[in-house]
């Protein structure tokens, strides 16, 4: 019988998240710009039936 952690380190094998430190090999990042303004959870529906976002569309979100 094996213990379960014998195999979990904590520690995370994907190591291709890293971040360059020297800014003259990577481009600077850009920031997102949004196309349409992001819809709050108490503004009205953007389907139109008269509901709360968050009470419509935004339920299963």
Known sequence: MTDKND???????????TTCTNT?????QTPIIRATPKVGRNDPCICGNGLKYKKCCGKNA
Do not use: E, I, M
């Open 7 to 17: 195999s979990f380190t904590g520690k995370s094998n994907n190591s291709k998240t």
């Open 24 to 28: 003259s090999c990577c481009p600077p």
